[in-house]
């Protein structure tokens, strides 16, 4: 374990020291971090860990936009705009919230915003100073993606044991929850994680991996593409979990309709009719599968339709005295905090949970304008029609994978494939404009 810390630091180490000498492998080598290795709490003297780390990518962003370049670049935060307003409108709410302690509240608003934004507001700036950064970070992020969705192929064949988190989880001071990612319970390989920390991450990650994958294959070799792609999809299938299987259906739909592909969807429709026909001859699989809609199908661990009905009416019971303003900001993560598991909504397993008891009715609202501000500032900012639909079924995926699982930091994966496909769509649109000036 003292060979996995010393890596960890290591590798840490090294990103700050090129934050500052050489940014555009520190925002890469970062990225790679990010996905690759789920905890960050290192003692190298100092104690490293995320928001120290994200603190210094910033002093290291504006000292080379200050002192590196003779030409001016204004900063933008055009992407970041809907994300700005659903962040000071909860802020806003507080002073009507009275559940969670004051400095609670301030402090969570804090770690999100630093989590969050700190990373894809640098790689955005930076890469309109830095030409170099997009196609680097491109290739890094395709990396990961084949490391991230090869190994968790390959744990498909260890019956639920996975080396790599037990190794890095014991370095960090956490325990593998081995009865968790066992097989059984219609689970044929268990539940797989990956190289993230947990099977919900990984399967969060698989969707939105899948997304960037198809916003850049003019980038990409057709059959590498095509590999990367069926890799994915079967991570998908065999990671062990059912919500990224019934958010990636959704987001299929939603991409036919924004697309207006009828050929497509006969070939999805077909794919869709064979993948049926298979999980109907494999009495495991269907189990397992048609779990999702009831409680009555097997003995498989993990949320029904009835189950999400019973939850929704302790949602409403929990904010019964707080129905307009909520809880307070971040009141789910200080309740399982403080008391654990809620006894009805358990870990607040869906996105609903989380911003009604956050935010009450006002949250709602505020989450839609959001969303709406969100799909125009897109059409906005990235005139490549493709981009702009890959964008909005990434955020499909974002919001359907979360209202099926819960909202756990997922955001912060969300903003960082957000911000790589409309670099992708500016991109392009750059290169488009230079060869019409030709």
């Given at each position: 374990m003292q060979i996995i810390s010393l890596i960890q630091g290591l590798w840490v180490a090294l990103i700050i020291l090129m934050f500052f000498a050489k940014l555009r492998i520190g925002i890469c080598l970062y990225v790679a971090y990010m996905i690759l290795v789920p905890y960050m709490n290192i003692n190298l003297g100092i104690n490293l860990q995320w928001n120290l780390v994200n603190v210094l990518l910033l002093v290291a962003f504006f000292l080379s936009y200050e002192y590196g370049r003779e030409e001016r670049i204004p900063l933008s935060f055009k992407p970041f705009v809907p994300f700005l307003f659903l962040f000071i409108a909860q802020l806003l709410e507080m002073p009507f919230q009275n559940e969670v302690p004051l400095d609670y509240e301030?402090?969570?608003?804090?770690?999100?915003?630093?989590?969050?934004?700190?990373?894809?507001?640098v790689i955005w700036n930076y890469s309109f100073i830095d030409g170099k950064l997009h196609e680097q970070l491109k290739n890094t992020v395709i990396i990961c993606i084949c490391i991230a969705s090869g190994y968790g192929l390959y744990l498909t064949t260890t019956n639920g044991v996975n080396p790599?988190?037990?190794?890095?989880?014991?370095?960090?001071?956490?325990?593998?929850?081995?009865?968790?990612?066992?097989?059984?319970?219609?689970?044929?390989?268990?539940?797989?994680?990956?190289?993230?920390?947990?099977?919900?991450?990984?399967?969060?990650?698989?969707?939105?991996?899948?997304?960037?994958?198809?916003?850049?294959?003019?980038?990409l070799n057709k059959y590498k593409m095509i590999v990367i792609l069926l890799a994915i999809v079967?991570?998908?299938?065999?990671?062990?979990?059912?919500?990224p299987i019934g958010a990636f259906f959704v987001?299929?739909?939603?991409?036919?309709?924004?697309?207006?592909?009828?050929?497509?969807?006969?070939?999805?429709?077909?794919?869709?009719?064979?993948?049926?026909?298979?999980?109907?001859?494999?009495?495991e699989l269907s189990n397992y599968v048609g779990s999702i809609f009831s409680d009555d199908k097997s003995n498989v661990s993990g949320s029904s339709f009835e189950m999400r009905l019973n939850q929704m009416e302790g949602c409403f019971w929990e904010i019964r005295n707080h129905l307009v303003f909520g809880k307070g900001f971040g009141w789910t993560n200080y309740y399982?905090?403080?008391?654990?598991?809620?006894?009805?909504?358990?870990?607040?397993?869906?996105?609903?949970?989380?911003?009604?008891?956050?935010?009450?009715?006002?949250?709602?609202?505020?989450?839609?304008?959001f969303l709406l501000k969100l799909f125009r500032n897109t059409?906005?900012?990235?005139?490549?029609?493709?981009?702009?639909?890959?964008?909005?079924?990434?955020?499909?995926?974002?919001?359907t994978y979360s209202v099926i699982t819960g909202e756990y930091g997922y955001m912060k994966y969300f903003v960082l494939?957000?911000?790589?496909?409309?670099?992708?769509?500016?991109?392009?649109?750059n290169n488009i404009n230079r060869k019409n000036n030709l």
């Open positions: 301030f402090n969570f608003f804090r770690q999100q915003i630093m989590q969050y934004f700190i990373l894809p507001f790599y988190q037990i190794a890095v989880m014991a370095a960090n001071g956490e325990v593998w929850n081995a009865d968790y990612a066992a097989v059984g319970g219609g689970r044929l390989f268990g539940r797989i994680s990956s190289v993230f920390g947990h099977p919900m991450t990984y399967g969060l990650f698989l969707g939105m991996a899948f997304i960037y994958i198809y916003a850049i294959k003019a980038s079967t991570s998908i299938f065999l990671c062990g979990i059912r919500s987001t299929i739909l939603v991409f036919l309709l924004l697309s207006h592909r009828i050929k497509l969807m006969c070939q999805v429709g077909i794919v869709g009719g064979i993948a049926y026909l298979i999980i109907n001859s494999i009495p399982m905090d403080t008391y654990g598991d809620h006894p009805i909504m358990l870990a607040f397993e869906s996105l609903i949970y989380v911003v009604l008891c956050n935010s009450g009715i006002v949250g709602v609202v505020i989450w839609i304008i059409s906005r900012i990235v005139l490549n029609q493709d981009i702009v639909i890959c964008a909005l079924t990434l955020t499909t995926y974002y919001i494939f957000y911000t790589l496909m409309l670099l992708e769509g500016t991109q392009k649109t």
